[in-house]
């Protein structure tokens, strides 16, 4: 065993001294300090101006486009003519009585019509 101390073996850089190229492209393959990740507020809707009564230029929008449209839902109603849901469900009950439209399902939460056909 040997009684001399381990600490002159050990060299230390001196300051001025630059690390190898080498080096330099190992640190920068490993990147800096990673950034902290931001959390996104998440989609934004633009909101709906739907109108709540309907005018006479949207009645007779609906009683002639709506008759020849393939899928007749609420959903496709008030989209193409921009009337609420609730304005929607009605002016389709309308349309049926006036025998211009032909329910396919009827359904508590959901009415699906298509163009009466003449048979």
């Known amino acids: 065993v040997s009684t001399q101390s381990t600490w002159g073996l ?4 001196k300051k001025d001294e630059k690390p190898a190229k080498a080096d330099k ?20 809707r633009d909101k709906l101006n ?4 309907m005018d006479v230029a949207t009645y007779e929008k609906l009683t ?3 008759p020849s ?5 609420p959903a496709v109603v008030s989209d193409r003519l921009k009337v609420r849901g609730s ?4 002016a ?3 349309l049926i009585n006036k025998g211009l439209i032909k329910p396919v399902v009827k359904h508590a939460r959901l009415l699906i019509c298509t163009r009466a056909t003449s048979e």
């Open 25 to 44: 492209a190992d640190k920068a393959s490993k990147g800096g300090k990673a950034k902290k990740k931001k959390w996104s507020k998440g989609k934004v």
């Open 69 to 73: 449209y393939k899928l007749i839902t």
């Open 10 to 13: 050990f060299k230390m850089a």
């Open 92 to 94: 389709m009950t309308e």
């Open 50 to 53: 739907n109108a709540v009564l």
């Open 87 to 90: 304005l929607a469900r009605r």
């Open 64 to 66: 002639k486009e709506v």
